[in-house]
């Protein structure tokens, strides 16, 4: 059952937000309840995504790998 909502929001967001709709094929309300979905979906933290459960184990690190000085590594590579 779906139900009327008015909403109180900024011209210009509806005005970007109905330029997504109609570039994505959607609808502005088919994008809001997904989203509102989204955000009220009850679940843990435990819980991953299939696609997560799938990357889960395939890369192994070695012990002493320090993911910031990878990170900062590569981000100085890139702005260099």
Do not use: C, Q, W
Request: net charge positive; aromatic share 4%.
């Amino acid at each position: 059952m779906t139900t009327k909502l008015t909403l109180t929001v900024e011209k210009s967001v509806i005005e970007r937000a109905k330029s997504y709709a109609k570039n994505t094929g959607r609808s502005l309300s088919e994008i809001i309840e997904n989203y509102l979905t989204t955000i009220t979906k009850e679940s843990t933290n435990d819980e991953l995504s299939p696609k997560l459960k799938k990357l889960v184990g395939v890369v192994n690190l070695p012990e002493d790998f320090d993911e910031k000085a990878e990170l900062r590594s590569a981000l100085e590579k890139k702005h260099l």
